[in-house]
């Protein structure tokens, strides 16, 4: 009787083993016969990026040599790049998905002769992600970020009050 409950749990075991624990799913081919498909992994935003609202993958690193960035005037500027190892379309699911946790709207998205151009609005400034691979050996991915203002910024105080003409 033992070795019965013995061999009852080693088979739901194997079975529960067999049947729920792979991460892959399976789908129909243009063939009809069934492959497997890993699911898309996705990336992790740094906890502490270089600019508050432009987030960062983790393991991406500034190029300080090659970057710059000023504000003045309630204005910014900010022309970055970084350099990290991971799949340009993790990375541009990424910014796809991290850009509107810092309020940023999606406006363009292009592939372009191999590169990924990824533009985004918010309030009066616009910003233009572009990600290319490097064919550098410890840091093949390259992200350009470039942020400016485009629209007209107010004064802190409010719009210029109205003239009243006298005589």
């Not at 541009?92 to 990924?116: C, E, H, S």
Request: aromatic letters at 10%; hydrophobic letters at 40%; proline letters at 6%.
């Amino acid at each position: 009787m033992a070795g019965r409950n013995l061999t009852t749990w080693l088979a739901l075991a194997a079975a529960a083993w067999l049947c729920g624990c792979n991460n892959t799913n399976t789908v129909d081919a243009s063939s009809g016969a069934p492959r497997e498909v890993q699911p898309a992994y996705e990336l992790v935003a740094q906890s502490r990026p270089t600019i508050a609202d432009l987030p960062l993958p983790v393991g991406f690193d500034l190029d300080e040599g090659r970057s710059r960035s000023f504000s003045a005037a309630g204005a910014r500027y900010v022309d970055h790049v970084y350099y990290g190892k991971d799949d340009k379309f993790a990375l541009a699911r990424f910014y796809k998905r991290q850009m509107p946790v810092n309020r940023w709207t999606l406006v363009t998205d292009m592939f372009v002769q191999g590169d990924i151009m990824l533009d985004f609005e918010k309030d009066t400034e616009r910003c233009r992600v572009i990600i290319t691979e490097t064919n550098k050996v410890f840091h093949p991915m390259s992200v350009k970020v470039q942020l400016w203002t485009s629209g007209r910024i107010e004064s802190p105080a409010g719009p210029p009050a109205k003239q009243v003409a006298t005589r």
